[in-house]
Structures are given as structure tokens and as C-alpha cells.
């Protein structure tokens, strides 16, 4: 008996990632991250700025940063729709620098409302662990 699933990442250029293998993905939620297997319940949840892991059949692992988005699990299909994710692998530096030093004005701007200053902060953390590495 397989532990897979299907996994659907799209943004709104294309079809990002399609996996019929998944055995396990772990999401940025606004809950916290949330890790999903097999026959997992069916949810839908919000995603913060964060970090996408992957782990497929033959125990390779893809990492991926997400802006934003949407999550629906189920039956055992993983549906993410984002509007901005990069493979961290293939991940260029200087766009990192570039959308960190965007998000840190934003962060400075007196007018943002608690929510939108939440998910700034959560961006500029999760950018500055991946300028270091």
C-alpha cells in the first residue's frame, strides 16, 4: 500500500509543481506550520511567508519559499495556490536582497494595519534566514 499523494502547486504564471508521490509536505500556515501525509482530514488554510518542504517517494526533499496563498488537502490531494514561490536551491541572492529591502520599508510604514505588519515581519525573518545560508 502506497503512503503517497498528490501534490498541485500553482502560482499564477503556471503549474509550478505537480507530484503524484508526495509522502510528505510541511506548509507555512497562519496556524503554524502544518505537516500533511496520507489520508490526512480535509482542510483549507491560509499560508504566511515562510518555507514549503517536500518529500517525495525516493526521499528526496525540494524546499521552497512562499509569499502567500491558499492550501486545500483532500482526497489526499494537496492543492497550494500561491502567488509567489521559488526553489530555494535555484533561488537567486540578489532578488532575495532586492524583495527583503522592499519589505523592510514596507515594515516601516506607519499606516499598516497590525495583520499586514504581522505577515511583513514573518516575510523579512524568513528572507533573512536565507540570505545567511
Known sequence: MSNSFKLDIVNPEKSFLSKEDAIEVVVPAFEGDMGFLKDHISIISFLKPGLLKVIDATATEETYYVED?????????????????????KMDKNKVKDILTEAEKDSQNNDISDQAKYLVDQKIEVLKSLTLN
Open 69 to 89: 496563498g491558499i492550501i486545500e488537502f483532500k482526497n489526499n490531494c494537496l492543492s497550494v495556490l500561491t502567488s509567489n514561490i521559488f526553489d530555494i536551491k
